[in-house]
């Protein structure tokens, strides 16, 4: 009859291990599937990231580009005519070259 006593507690305690395994795997599963869920944004959010940087610095190249042709325009303009370089000689006057400077301030606009 002991005997008998102790296979059924093994048996009830065997039970009650493989119900908590099953527990335990499928909370396993849950967190796992968070996690997978979790990377696939992160991997969006990357995508998207590297997407927007690219676009950032084609328009800085572009902003760039522009900046150049202009600046070489404008020594071009001033090397063929006396006017123009006259006029970008002279000096900038006190209250306009304030206005400059603040806006080259940091934080200034």
């Known amino acids: 009859m002991a005997t008998v006593a102790i296979y059924r507690g093994n048996a009830i305690s065997a039970q009650a291990e493989a ?3 099953k527990a335990d795997l ?3 599963k849950d967190v796992n599937d968070a996690n997978q869920a ?5 991997q969006a959010q990357a995508d998207t990231s590297a ?3 690219a676009d950032l610095a084609r328009q800085l190249a572009d ?3 522009v900046f150049i042709d202009n600046t070489a325009a404008l020594h071009q303009l001033k090397d063929a005519n006396a006017d123009v370089s006259h006029f970008l000689a ?3 006057p006190a ?3 304030q206005l400059y400077d603040r806006s080259a301030a940091p934080g200034g606009r």
């Open 95 to 97: 209250d306009l070259r």
């Open 19 to 21: 119900k908590q395994a």
């Open 38 to 42: 979790t990377i696939g944004r992160m």
């Open 51 to 53: 997407r927007l940087t």
């Open 26 to 28: 499928k909370l396993a």
């Open 90 to 92: 002279l000096p900038v």
């Open 63 to 65: 902003a760039n580009q």
